[in-house]
Structures are given as structure tokens and as C-alpha cells.
């Protein structure tokens, strides 16, 4: 079979896209990451403080939690007290019964005190901890937004190589989703693909 080299030549030329079919899709790649990049950056900022704001929320949770067992203790060694000195007034003459019951109530109100602090310490500990879930709730929104648009990018980088505009159609794709869980932590968007962030963490 004789092949003619003038004939494969316009076969190649024919396939081979226009150099303004090149230009328009590199235009398109260029603004697409443009806009990814720059939504990133909103992104990253926002993320950056609500790691923040969880690292905060876990050390005021540490720190509650601390004081709380302080208070526990001054608590049962308040009733410890109380108990002692109730044992020992049954021993003492009725002269001397005045002076243990005032002391038995001065620890009886210092035990009820500590009671009442340790249970605020307990409320604040728990908020602490209902505080960094929702900030981590939107973490894993901005993760997964982070991921899918450096998906998207790398897709875009191949298809500026290989001028392959299906490549582009592909890349929409993640570029869609990172751009949705974007929103969704910028805008307070309840979203959130547990299972996907299970099969991650």
C-alpha cells in the first residue's frame, strides 16, 4: 500500500486545531485558575481563622475542664470538712455545739459555692466544645473546597499542555464542587459530605 506523504500531511494539518482554537482555550484556562486562585485566597483567610478560632475554643475547653476538677476538689474537701466537724461535735458538751454549727455552715457554704462554680465551668467546657465542632464543621467544608480546586487546577495545567478541550469540560467539575464547599463555609451553608470527610480523616 503506497502512502502518500502529501496526503498525511493535510490529514495532520486538518486534525491539528486552529491557532485561534488554541489561544481562546488557553484564555479560558488562564482566567479559570485565575478565578480559582483568587477564590482560594478568600478561602485560605477565612479557613486560617476559623483554625483559629478552634484552637482557641480547645484551649478554653482544656482550661475549664482544669478548673472544673480544681473546684471538685475544694468541693469534696469542703464536705470532707463538714463531715468531720459533725463527728466531732457529737463528742463535744453543748457549751461548745454553737461554735461547731457555725462552722459547719461557714464549710457547708463554701461547698455549695464551689458546686455552683464547678457547674458554670461545666457549661462553659461543654459550649467550648460545641464551639470548636461547628468551627470544624466548616474547616472540613474549606478542606474539601481546598482539594477539589487543586484537583481542578492540575486538570487545567494538563489541558494548557495538551490543548485538549475535553480536559477543560472535566476540570469544571471539581472547579464546580471546590466552589460550592467554598460557599458553603463562606456563607454558613449547612452542607457537609460526611461520608466523604469520614473516608478522609
Known amino acids: 500500500m503506497d502512502i502518500d506523504p502529501l496526503s498525511t500531511v493535510d490529514t495532520i494539518e486538518e486534525n491539528k486545531p486552529s491557532d485561534q482554537a488554541l489561544m481562546r482555550l488557553n484564555m479560558l484556562v488562564a482566567i479559570t485558575v485565575a478565578i480559582l486562585a483568587t477564590f482560594m485566597g478568600i478561602c485560605k483567610v477565612k479557613d486560617d481563622n476559623i ?29 470532707s470538712t463538714v463531715a468531720q466537724l459533725r463527728l466531732a461535735a457529737l463528742a463535744r458538751p453543748a457549751t461548745e455545739q454553737d461554735a461547731y454549727q457555725i462552722t459547719i455552715k461557714e464549710y457547708e457554704k463554701i461547698a455549695a459555692d464551689q458546686t455552683k462554680k464547678k457547674e458554670e465551668l461545666k457549661a462553659l467546657a461543654e459550649q467550648d466544645q460545641k464551639d470548636y465542632d461547628a468551627a470544624n464543621f466548616k474547616d472540613d467544608q474549606f478542606d474539601l473546597s481546598d482539594a477539589l480546586i487543586a484537583i481542578a487546577i492540575s486538570l487545567l495545567a494538563v489541558t494548557a499542555l495538551t490543548h485538549q478541550k475535553w480536559l477543560y469540560w472535566a476540570a469544571l467539575i471539581p472547579t464546580g464542587g471546590g466552589i460550592f464547599m467554598g460557599l458553603s463555609g463562606l456563607l454558613a451553608w449547612s452542607f457537609h459530605p460526611d461520608a466523604v470527610m469520614r473516608l478522609l480523616s
Do not use: S
Open 51 to 79: 483554625v483559629q478560632g478552634m484552637q482557641q475554643a480547645q484551649a478554653n475547653k482544656l482550661d475549664h475542664w482544669a478548673f472544673y476538677q480544681a473546684r471538685n476538689v475544694r468541693e469534696e474537701i469542703a464536705k
